[in-house]
Nanobody, 125 residues
C-alpha cells in the first residue's frame, strides 16, 4: 500500500520559513518524480514545485520561484519543500504527489498517481 505522509506544516508569520517533508512508502521511490501542490480556501489545487526522480531537474511555479526549494533524498524516500520569505498568499494546504516515470515538470494534478493527505500552512500578516 502506497503512502505519502507530509509533515512540517504549521502557523508561521509573514517573512518566516518552514520546511515541509513528505515520507513515501510502498513504492519504488527513485522511479517517481515528485511534486508539491497547494490548495487555498475557495481556490483550485495548484502546482508549486516538481523534481525529477534523480533530483537533477527541478521546476517551480512563478509565484514561488526564488523563495521555495524542492529537494529529495532517495535513500530516505523523502521529498522536501523549503519555503522562505513566506507571505499570507502562501496560506494553503500543501500536498505532495508522486508521478511514475515523470520528469517533475508536470503541472497538472491528474498526472500524479499518488497523493498525501496534506499539511496546513497558515501564514499570518
Amino acid at each position: 500500500q502506497v503512502q505519502l505522509v507530509e509533515s512540517g506544516g504549521g502557523l508561521v508569520q509573514a517573512g518566516g520559513s518552514l520546511r515541509l517533508s513528505c515520507a513515501a512508502s510502498g513504492l519504488s521511490f527513485s522511479t517517481y518524480a515528485m511534486g508539491w501542490f497547494r490548495q487555498a480556501p475557495g481556490k483550485d489545487r495548484e502546482f508549486v514545485a516538481g523534481i525529477a526522480w534523480s533530483g537533477g531537474s527541478t521546476y517551480y511555479a512563478d509565484s514561488v520561484k526564488g523563495r521555495f526549494t524542492i529537494s529529495r533524498d532517495n535513500a530516505k524516500n523523502t521529498v522536501y519543500l523549503q519555503m522562505n520569505s513566506l507571505n499570507p498568499e502562501d496560506t494553503a494546504v500543501y500536498y505532495c504527489a508522486a508521478e511514475y516515470g515523470g520528469s517533475g515538470r508536470s503541472r497538472g494534478y491528474r498526472d500524479y498517481r499518488y497523493w498525501g493527505q496534506g499539511t496546513q500552512v497558515p501564514v499570518s500578516s
